[in-house]
């Protein structure tokens, strides 16, 4: 089980808290309620895809804070040292009266096969409350639906919402989809430039996640045209939905082989997902922010 270490960062002093917990999530679940994002580093713990926009995620909802956004950035890279050469997770933590918290933990991959196999989902009526804002509310909100999952093995919970699935407990969720091809009737054919794959995701109602403007960017940069569609519900089944995936910052993108006991196209990684894993593979690398 990977260590985690939680400090107070406060204007004079980090505080180290003799916080015990097996878990980002249960760690947080200790702190007074607030916002909060989890990020995984690169390059021997000196960068961070997005993380500009990671820190604005705590800031931006409190009126005010103890400490200010460079404050913040030169605590972590001072925490950070003892985790060099390797790599660690962070989840930044700011309470609704301004007081920040940095938890850390060994970064620890998932197995390959996860990616290279995908993985099982199911659907849950269980809603946020403010679905821009990543509060830590809903991490107890969730908690009986997170221990469920675990129990059965299944990867990831599918929040939706009038019969559309929006996102995941702790992702964004895209399927792939085809565009109409011209037929004998008359139906005018696709550009030859343009691809039939089409990505489709949520906008309304879900956390505008930053690994998912990645993947949206990396798509449209490869031909890729993008729909925010949700997926009903009821379109889940072998005929209706070739791929799907999700994404977030610690994982990037993680294939989606299995909905509801329905298998996901052929029940392996499809060939965008494949493709758009590669991509942000490279993207991340050459474009992490410094901390």
Known sequence: ???????HITPTEL???????????????????????????????????????????LFDPVPSSEVDEPFLRRQLRALLEPYRPGEARVRAVMTGEGQAYLALEPLQLLPREVYE??????????????????STSFIHQS??????IAREGIFEALLVKEGKILEG???NFFYISRAERASSAGRRSLPSAQREEILCTAREDILLGITRQTVIELARGRGLEVRYEPLQRDQISATALREAFITSSSRGIVPVI????????EGMPGPVTSELMAAY???????AEPI
Do not use: N
């Open 1 to 7: 089980m990977a260590i985690i270490k939680i400090w």
């Open 15 to 57: 505080i180290s808290l003799p916080v015990e917990a097996a878990s980002l999530d249960k760690v947080t679940r200790q702190l007074p309620e607030g916002y909060y994002s989890t990020f995984r580093t690169f390059a021997g713990c000196t960068r961070v895809l997005g993380l500009t926009a990671h820190l604005r995620r």
């Open 117 to 134: 196999l995908g993985v099982r989902v199911e659907t849950t009526e269980l809603q946020r409350q403010h679905p821009r804002l990543k």
């Open 143 to 148: 908690d009986s639906e997170r221990r469920h």
């Open 169 to 171: 407990m702790t992702s």
């Open 258 to 265: 299995q909905i509801d006991r329905v298998t996901v196209g």
């Open 281 to 287: 593979e490279g993207y991340v690398l050459e474009h």
